[in-house]
């Protein structure tokens, strides 16, 4: 059965950052992933955030971990400092976390990314992380709620990929939502691109929220990527239509269920 790992950027939200570890864990959550440091992320030091997630938080818990959650960056695409600096942030948490992946942002066309600095930015990043045994992912992002994203749809990811050459450290991540906005047909591409992917995330059009409550049919699509193989986690990183645990109820066929105490 695919797994699922919850996206504390995105879930959880009515606690603190570092008090969502437990929540998860407490709702039956084996792994977890969040986002960029304007979510509260980055503004504790690593070792603390990896003390949270280790921690076994309550009684009827088991151990939360982070061996395939995606820390995100911001925008690389320009060659400062600044931009740099993201790079190691993110490599330095993933290390001390025991993160398997990090998501890297491509940045927007109207405020000067382009396809050759990224390419030699992520080429750079993937060679970081190769030696630290990590996989750097990279995400399209549809136009609709992101106009002007340098990785709009799977092809310009696919092709970016391919021109940095880094198969074993540079992946695509395959964000179902973005996916079924820019280019539907779930199905077919789930197939065609599955072998190129190191992360799998959803959420339902066309509000972003979770499965049962939008267009998209996710069961059977869960049920196609375990049946081709597919043995990484599914982040669920969607805007719950009403409370986080509410918005859990479909999730309980894949053992989350709701704590007996509300963790919100």
Same mark, same amino acid.
């Given at each position: 059965?695919?797994?699922?790992?919850?996206?504390?950027?995105?879930?959880?939200?009515?606690?603190?950052?570092?008090?969502?570890?437990?929540?998860?864990?407490?709702?039956?959550?084996?792994?977890?992933?969040?986002?960029?440091?304007?979510?509260?992320?980055?503004?504790?030091?690593?070792?603390?955030?990896?003390?949270?997630?280790?921690?076994?938080?309550?009684?009827?818990?088991?151990?939360?971990?982070?061996?395939?959650?995606?820390?995100?960056?911001?925008?690389?695409?320009?060659?400062?400092?600044?931009?740099?600096?993201?790079?190691?942030?993110?490599?330095?948490?993933?290390?001390?976390?025991?993160?398997?992946?990090?998501?890297?942002?491509?940045?927007?066309?109207?405020?000067?990314?382009?396809?050759?600095?990224?390419?030699?930015?992520?080429?750079?990043?993937?060679?970081?992380?190769?030696?630290?045994?990590?996989?750097?992912?990279?995400?399209?992002?549809?136009?609709?709620?992101?106009?002007?994203?340098?990785?709009?749809?799977?092809?310009?990811?696919?092709?970016?990929?391919?021109?940095?050459?880094?198969?074993?450290?540079?992946?695509? %991540? @395959?964000?179902?939502?973005?996916?079924?906005?820019?280019? /539907?047909?779930?199905?077919? +591409?789930?197939?065609? $691109? !599955?072998?190129?992917?190191?992360?799998? %995330? @959803?959420?339902?059009?066309?509000?972003?929220?979770?499965? /049962?409550?939008?267009?998209? +049919?996710?069961?059977? $699509? !869960?049920?196609?990527?375990?049946?081709?193989?597919?043995?990484?986690?599914?982040?669920?990183?969607?805007?719950?239509?009403?409370?986080?645990?509410?918005?859990?109820?479909?999730?309980?066929?894949?053992?989350?269920?709701?704590?007996?105490?509300?963790?919100?």
């Amino acid at each position: 059965m695919v797994k699922l790992a919850a996206n504390l950027s995105f879930l959880f939200k009515e606690k603190p950052f570092l008090d969502r570890f437990g929540a998860a864990a407490a709702c039956g959550f084996r792994a977890v992933e969040f986002m960029f440091p304007g979510d509260g992320a980055y503004s504790h030091e690593a070792e603390e955030v990896a003390e949270k997630l280790n921690r076994k938080q309550t009684d009827n818990s088991k151990q939360t971990n982070i061996t395939t959650a995606t820390a995100t960056l911001t925008t690389i695409t320009t060659a400062n400092k600044q931009k740099i600096r993201c790079v190691h942030t993110a490599l330095l948490y993933a290390r001390v976390m025991n993160c398997s992946k990090v998501h890297v942002m491509a940045g927007l066309r109207q405020h000067g990314a382009s396809e050759d600095v990224f390419v030699e930015r992520v080429r750079w990043a993937s060679e970081l992380a190769a030696e630290q045994g990590l996989t750097i992912c990279i995400e399209p992002l549809n136009c609709r709620d992101f106009p002007g994203y340098l990785v709009p749809d799977t092809k310009t990811a696919l092709d970016l990929i391919q021109r940095i050459d880094r198969p074993q450290s540079c992946k695509l %991540q @395959l964000d179902l939502y973005h996916l079924q906005i820019s280019e /539907g047909d779930l199905s077919e +591409n789930i197939r065609r $691109l !599955l072998p190129f992917a190191a992360h799998v %995330q @959803l959420a339902n059009p066309p509000g972003r929220n979770e499965p /049962g409550h939008g267009e998209v +049919n996710f069961p059977s $699509l !869960l049920a196609l990527l375990d049946d081709l193989g597919y043995d990484g986690h599914v982040g669920l990183e969607y805007n719950p239509s009403s409370t986080t645990l509410q918005s859990l109820e479909w999730a309980r066929s894949h053992g989350i269920f709701t704590p007996s105490s509300d963790v919100e």
